[in-house]
């Protein structure tokens, strides 16, 4: 079985992304996790860029929209994002 990056696995509609290609895992995950109102500290934005060389990056985020994930910037979106690509992809169906 894979690792997952972030937590614990609960099966998703997506496999998780590999853990070992993930450049979060090389950095500090409190960075992915920012505080309500912390959205766009420096910390944050540094991990989106992160997220947008990252190699699992499109899983990633398949992952965590497969999940309805509410915490934590996965594929370099924070959750109203995802909401927001989410509800932008329903339409579109
Ligand atoms: S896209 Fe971002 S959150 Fe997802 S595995 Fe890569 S670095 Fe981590």
């Given at each position: 079985m894979?690792d997952?990056?972030h937590?614990?696995g609960q099966?998703?509609?997506?496999?998780?992304?590999?853990?070992?290609l993930a450049?979060c895992?090389?950095?500090d995950?409190d960075?992915w996790?920012?505080?309500?109102?912390?959205e766009?500290?420096?910390?944050t934005?540094?991990?989106?860029?992160?997220?947008?060389?990252?190699p699992?990056?499109?899983?990633c985020?398949?992952?965590?929209?497969?999940?309805?994930?509410?915490?934590?910037?996965?594929?370099?979106?924070t959750y109203?994002e995802?909401?927001?690509?989410a509800?932008?992809?329903?339409?579109?169906?």
């Open positions: 894979q997952i990056i937590q614990p099966p998703g509609l997506s496999p998780p992304p590999r853990a070992d450049l895992a090389q950095a995950p960075a996790f920012p505080e309500h109102g912390f766009n500290s420096i910390e934005r540094t991990a989106r860029r992160i997220c947008g060389g990252c699992v990056r499109v899983p985020l398949a992952y965590a929209l497969g999940r309805r994930e509410r915490h934590g910037i996965w594929g370099g979106l109203a995802r909401r927001q690509l509800r932008g992809t329903e339409r579109a169906a």
